[in-house]
């Protein structure tokens, strides 16, 4: 009974994984690593003689104590792994906000400079426009007069 609940355990784990994939919910480097603990519990579950013959080859006393240790193994791998990718991931983040930051303040600097430019030129035509509409009036004279 014990081995058809695990059976069907890893069934329901395979099965969500695929699921995962075929949904693009996870990724396809990390659907490996859980298809074959799925494959591996499966084996297992079908062939539960197999796990106390690899037990006394490798000399553990109780086929539980190797499955726990296989797994505690697993789990200190993959936390090794999802360190190194955040730690990529950090890096990246990093990048790309020391780029943001610089394109802000080109970005910024080009404003300052383009309103600068056209105040200026705005400032040029309206003292045009004044010089048209009245052209007696002394051009050396300041506007706020």
């Known amino acids: 009974m014990a081995n058809l609940a695990a059976f069907l355990v890893a069934l329901v784990i395979v099965a969500l994984v695929v699921e995962m994939l075929r949904r693009k919910k996870l990724r396809e480097k990390y659907a490996a690593l859980w298809l074959l603990v799925g494959g591996a519990t499966l084996i297992l579950a079908a062939f539960p003689r197999l796990l106390n ?80 509409i009245d052209p007696l009036r002394n051009p050396t004279e300041s506007s706020d007069a």
Do not use: Y
């Open 53 to 132: 013959i690899v037990a006394e080859l490798v000399g553990v006393q109780l086929p539980s104590n190797l499955l726990f240790a296989m797994s505690i193994l697993m789990l200190l791998g993959v936390c090794l792994h999802l360190s190194w990718e955040i730690s990529v991931v950090e890096d990246e983040t990093r990048a790309l906000a020391e780029e943001v930051a610089i394109l802000r303040t080109q970005l910024e600097s080009l404003a300052q400079g383009t309103s600068s430019r056209d105040a200026g030129t705005r400032m040029a035509e309206a003292k045009a426009e004044s010089q048209a």
